[in-house]
């Protein structure tokens, strides 16, 4: 059965591609499983159907069969337990590249997302011109170690996992900060990832849905 996700009606960011539904879909070109997209609005998704699907009213949801499942994290490793190409054989590397999926998600993003609420929900009040640069700073600490990390290698541990598909979606969430550039080998790691036949096609699909 072809699965079905869910993807904003008109992304807020105008398909820059950095609404959620991207990693799913990219995850889902890297092993070449076809699937089909169902577009919600913002007021569809706080409704009972998809609330049933979504119990905090967001996207992206994957449906396959009689499984509904929501969270990035648990759809694309879902995808890659069940399909070649996103984690590694080995149990060990198995294990590994699933670590840098839970790092991108709950260690680098969380400070990243800190910068959205800073510059767009609080951007209007009294404490943002003091809270800015320190969320700054701690973007650019993780940056620092995560750059330290990786090196001179392509990808995170070995060849590309879905550890990097998480990661490189997180950070690319960081490109109109300009702090990217402040790490010339994070930005490598990222337009490899960018780089890669399934992103293009992912990207590809959620612009299309956001330049009808
Ligand atoms: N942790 C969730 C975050 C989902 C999320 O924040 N989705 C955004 C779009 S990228 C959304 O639906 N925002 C609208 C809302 O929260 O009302 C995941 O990784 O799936």
Do not use: C
């Amino acid at each position: 059965m072809t699965p079905t996700i869910t993807a904003f009606e008109r992304s807020p960011d105008g398909g820059k591609g950095l609404a959620r539904d991207t990693r799913v879909r990219w995850a889902l070109e890297e092993v070449g499983q076809p699937y089909e997209v169902r577009l919600v609005s913002f007021q569809a998704m706080k409704e009972p159907a998809h609330l049933a699907l979504h119990p905090f009213g967001q996207i992206p949801t994957y449906e396959e069969s009689d499984l509904a499942l929501f969270e990035t994290g648990s759809i694309v490793l879902h995808l890659a337990e069940r399909h070649a190409g996103l984690l590694p054989g080995d149990a060990k590397a198995r294990a590994r590249a699933i670590s840098w999926m839970f790092a991108a998600l709950n260690t680098v993003e969380p400070p990243i997302l800190e910068l959205m609420t800073v510059r767009i929900l609080e951007g209007d009040r009294p404490w943002t011109r003091e809270r800015l640069p320190l969320v700054l700073d701690r973007i650019r600490e993780r940056l620092k170690q995560l750059s330290a990390r990786l090196g001179d290698s392509d990808w995170l541990d070995g060849a590309f996992s879905a550890g990097d598909l998480m990661m490189v979606s997180v950070l690319l969430r960081l490109r109109a900060s300009g702090l990217l550039n402040e790490f010339p080998s994070l930005s490598a790691y990222v337009a490899r990832g960018e780089a890669r036949p399934a992103y293009q096609r992912a990207f590809a699909a959620q612009l299309a849905v956001n330049t009808r």
